[in-house]
């Protein structure tokens, strides 16, 4: 698909590859996500995936705003959760919904659910 949109650059392909096996994840817990980095092994990468487990239900769990530099995406895979952004009325989303926005804008995400949601992260990397 991305070659329907920006073709390569040049034809010599790098062969870079990783997997992560489910569970296998480096972690990085906080007191309001528990994140999973995923394909960890590779380095120079231009994106940082990985998945989050939302434990957060308020606003106020956090000491202000997330921020930082480059764009992220957000895909949730169980659960509901709100996304609130410094410049926009927070977002109700569900599983299957996914936002893409400037990451140096300020951002949380709190579960709306019983249970813990999780959403898959991609964020950009400074090159």
Do not use: C
């Not at 990783?18 to 990468?45: C, D, F, I």
């Not at 996914?98 to 950009?124: C, F, K, Q, R």
């Amino acid at each position: 698909m991305p070659q329907l949109f920006t073709p390569p650059k040049t034809s010599a392909a790098g062969g870079r590859m990783t997997t992560t096996r489910h569970g296998e994840g480096e972690a990085h817990v906080t007191t309001t996500y528990e994140h999973e980095l995923l394909s960890g092994g590779l380095t120079r990468k231009s994106m940082l995936p990985y998945r989050a487990r939302i434990r957060a239900r308020s606003f106020d769990d956090f000491d202000g705003w997330v921020r930082h530099d480059g764009e992220e995406f957000l895909y949730v895979l169980t659960g509901q959760i709100r996304l609130f952004t410094e410049f926009y009325a927070p977002i109700d989303m569900k599983r299957g919904d996914s936002a893409y926005y400037d990451a140096s804008m300020g951002h949380n995400v709190i579960s709306l659910s019983p249970e813990d949601a999780t959403i898959l992260w991609v964020t950009s990397l400074a090159g």
